[in-house]
């Protein structure tokens, strides 16, 4: 299949590109990146089709994609995505939350281990990566579990599970509470050369909270989560870091405390990448109504204060990338109180418009600043970039590749989700910025009619 996407506005913070330029794309690579560019003279004869713009055409062999006011950008790569199989399909499977992955903008999401039963060994990664051969349109990634069972007690066969694909380990949902266990796994990543992706949270400073502990949760009448719960572990995880020469990556970075230390970690060396969720930048906890389950996510939203902190370390480069923490319920486990239920709330279809409307828009981060935190630097975190191309546009690369309508006006509708899970706050919110097309592997797989 040949695609030629014309006059787009193509952005590839690997070579710093960003002008208004063509496309073509042959049997799944990107073969011609310039100006008026054209098909082989064989493959020329095109009808009529709706692909995105209005001057889009196509033949049985070709398509042509009238990109003109768009962005055109590396396919997005999401590292924190709960998909929910093995085990728990009746909140996502790995049809629907690819699905839903794509209609985003992503070209490859990393699921997390965190599942019923937990992937811990190379036959339950195997599990993932065949299932999502048969019924992902894009690139799924499972990443192992640190400890058997997740139990926290004994390492789980973590060579085995690189061996079979895991591109990470993690013990997503929960921190590896004895120190002793976890620097053992930090040696064992070092010695793999594969990051650790640290939930941080001592369970120990939890004590039943279930928002951001501040004059809110008075307001509220909920119990708190101080920031402490989190900048404890991370403290401690960056010490690991620093003494084994790890890579550990935190997840869902949500305090100004942890921003400011993984700044002082990297000013030192450390090796230490960091992400930040759309939903810990677009609101804080002044924003939560009521006692109501669609806020209730884990971290929690935080202060303004904190937020800022946030959004500063992404403009820095303290915070590397964005991550959607995509975390689908059943609608019985998201009623009733906050305080009995579920934590998590879904992002894979909102995280672009997200980013747009609080980022892009009032200046704060360039489109090519955009798509370096949602596809280039998550790419070289997992070392995706160097193994598969993922995260940038280039001759000779594989098509991977999102097309963006930066100014579209739209309204969240959780009811249009392709993600089972329904869950959050962003329902009813007008924003700007609409995926148009997603392309993987040199294949259309979403397209926005």
Request: include cysteine; charged fraction near 25%; glycine fraction near 8%.
């Amino acid at each position: 299949m040949q695609i030629l996407i014309r006059h787009g506005r193509v952005l590839d913070p690997e070579s710093g590109m960003d002008r208004i330029t063509d496309l073509l794309i042959e049997d799944g690579k990107v073969t011609r990146i310039g100006d008026d560019l054209t098909f082989p003279a064989p493959k020329r004869r095109q009808v009529a089709m709706a692909v995105g713009g209005k001057g889009d055409v196509s033949s049985d062999d070709s398509t042509v994609i009238d990109a003109s006011g768009m962005w055109v950008m590396p396919g997005l790569v999401d590292l924190h995505v709960h998909l929910r199989d093995p085990g728990l399909t009746y909140k996502e499977d790995i049809g629907t939350g690819s699905e839903a992955g794509a209609r985003g903008g992503y070209t490859t999401i990393c699921a997390m281990p965190n599942t019923r039963p937990v992937v811990d060994t190379p036959d339950k990664v195997n599990y993932v990566r065949f299932k999502a051969a048969a019924l992902s349109s894009i690139h799924v990634m499972q990443i192992g579990a640190i400890t058997k069972g997740q139990k926290g007690e004994e390492l789980a066969d973590i060579q085995g599970m690189v061996d079979a694909g895991s591109p990470a380990i993690s013990e997503d949902g929960k921190s590896v509470m004895d120190a002793r266990l976890a620097l053992e796994a930090f040696r064992m990543a070092e010695r793999l050369k594969i990051p650790v992706c640290a939930h941080c949270e001592d369970k120990n400073l939890v004590n039943g909270g279930v928002v951001n502990d501040d004059a809110n949760a008075v307001r509220l009448k909920l119990p708190g989560i101080t920031n402490s719960t989190e900048d404890v572990i991370t403290a401690r995880d960056l010490v690991l870091a620093a003494e084994t020469g790890a890579h550990l990556h935190l997840c869902h970075v949500s305090t100004k405390g942890a921003v400011e230390m993984i700044r002082v970690a990297k000013a030192h060396g450390v090796h230490v990448t960091a992400e930040v969720c759309p939903h810990h930048f677009s609101m804080t906890s002044d924003d939560i109504p009521s006692d109501n389950p669609q806020y209730k996510m884990n971290p929690p939203l935080r202060t303004k204060e904190d937020q800022q902190a946030l959004i500063e370390g992404l403009k820095d480069g303290t915070i590397d990338c964005i991550a959607t923490d995509h975390a689908p319920h059943a609608a019985n486990e998201k009623f009733g109180s906050m305080k009995t239920c579920a934590f998590g709330i879904v992002g894979l279809e909102t995280a672009v418009a997200l980013t747009v409307t609080k980022l892009v828009e009032p200046g704060i981060l360039t489109p090519l600043e955009m798509a370096r935190a949602m596809s280039t630097a998550p790419a070289k975190a997992f070392d995706l970039m160097n193994q598969y191309g993922d995260g940038k546009i280039a001759e000779g690369n594989p098509a991977d590749i999102v097309i963006i309508d930066p100014a579209k006006e739209w309204v969240v509708d959780k009811r249009k989700f392709a993600s089972k899970g329904t869950n959050t706050p962003f329902d009813g919110w007008k924003v700007r910025g609409r995926v148009k097309c997603t392309i993987c592997d040199g294949e259309i797989v979403f397209r926005d009619e």
